[in-house]
């Protein structure tokens, strides 16, 4: 009886130091992760953008005549 009681105590002790988070604590820890994760989609689709912007500039400037592609200097177009 008396190990049991002790695995018992032990067990209680060892749940209330592991125990999840409190309801409130899991709801702002997941808001916070969930504002984290949106402001790095953010940052992902503005690159996204500007790299777009890059390569229709390039475009341009290539159907424009005024610069060749990378790798073709000395090459016949």
Same mark, same amino acid.
Not at 12 to 40: Q, Y
Not at 48 to 57: D, H, K, M
């Given at each position: 009886?008396?190990?049991?009681?002790? @695995?018992? @105590?032990?067990?209680?002790?060892?749940?209330?130091?592991?125990?999840?988070?409190?309801?409130?604590?899991?709801?702002?820890?997941?808001?916070?992760?969930?504002?984290?994760?949106?402001?790095?989609?953010?940052?992902?689709?503005?690159?996204?953008?500007?790299?777009?912007?890059?390569?229709?500039?390039?475009?341009?400037?290539?159907?424009?005549?005024?610069?060749?592609?990378? @790798?073709?200097? @000395?090459?016949?177009?």
């Amino acid at each position: 009886m008396r190990a049991f009681l002790f @695995g018992l @105590g032990l067990g209680f002790g060892v749940g209330v130091l592991f125990a999840p988070m409190s309801g409130r604590e899991t709801r702002e820890n997941i808001a916070e992760r969930a504002g984290d994760l949106a402001d790095s989609a953010k940052e992902t689709i503005e690159q996204g953008r500007e790299r777009i912007r890059s390569s229709i500039s390039a475009v341009r400037n290539v159907a424009g005549g005024r610069t060749r592609p990378t @790798g073709t200097e @000395g090459a016949s177009l």
